[in-house]
């Protein structure tokens, strides 16, 4: 960063965002080895001596003060993070032209797009990935100009699958081929559906 000035640097590097992640209610925990560009920005700095955790906070606070190796990393990462556009999906693009089926656990044959799921390690069975086609096709019902983010969509599912059972995905009709996955890989499986235009967004 003594190179490059930051205001044109295009990449922000994530020790400037930890704190501001905080504020957001969310956690981060960092495994890192032989790497102290961190020690000023952490909580908590635990050390793993001989397969037994040391808290070793303060130690790391006084390296981190002493070296200032970061150029105001702290200071930068108590900043705003700055405003998530929310990403909205297209109903038409969710609509496959052709016949859809799950060829395993990590492959939908969506339509005209081979759909692959297998960086998505939390799937474990077929049954899931069932329910994540069925999940995917609702999609295309969406209203055109729909202004639903994925945050809304997939809360509104998990409530709805929590009233009425995966029966909801088929129609209520009973289908033993299925089994419920997690809100984290059906939103992965819509990420991963590359068509024109499946996303937009809406600037707050």
């Keep these: 960063m003594e190179l490059v000035h930051k205001d044109k640097e295009p990449i922000t590097p994530f020790l400037y965002k930890i704190k501001t992640l905080a504020q957001n209610g969310i956690s981060v925990i960092l495994v890192v080895g032989s790497c102290g560009?961190?020690?000023?920005?952490?909580?908590?700095?635990?050390?793993?001596?001989?397969?037994?955790?040391?808290?070793?906070?303060?130690?790391?606070?006084?390296?981190?003060?002493?070296?200032?190796?970061?150029?105001?990393?702290?200071?930068?990462?108590k900043a705003s993070f700055g405003v998530v556009t929310p990403r909205c999906p297209v109903g038409v693009a969710f609509k496959p032209n052709s016949k859809v089926s799950v060829r395993s656990k990590n492959i939908i044959a969506y339509g005209d797009v081979e759909l692959d799921l297998s960086g998505l390690e939390q799937l474990v069975c077929k049954e899931q990935?069932?329910?994540?086609?069925?999940?995917?096709?609702?999609?295309?019902?969406?209203?055109?100009?729909?202004?639903?983010?994925?945050?809304?969509?997939?809360?509104?599912?998990?409530?709805?699958?929590d009233i009425d059972g995966l029966d909801a995905l088929s129609n209520g009709q009973f289908d033993g081929s299925l089994a419920r996955p997690r809100v984290f890989e059906i939103a992965g499986a819509m990420n991963r559906l590359r068509r024109d235009c499946s996303m937009v967004q809406h600037k707050p």
């Design 37 to 77: 560009d961190f020690f000023d920005v952490g909580d908590t700095t635990i050390l793993m001596d001989s397969y037994s955790c040391v808290d070793v906070s303060a130690r790391a606070k006084q390296i981190a003060a002493a070296k200032a190796a970061n150029n105001g990393a702290l200071a930068a990462s």
């Design 129 to 161: 990935t069932n329910a994540i086609s069925l999940a995917l096709q609702r999609l295309g019902a969406l209203e055109p100009g729909s202004t639903a983010t994925i945050y809304q969509i997939l809360a509104q599912l998990n409530t709805i699958l």
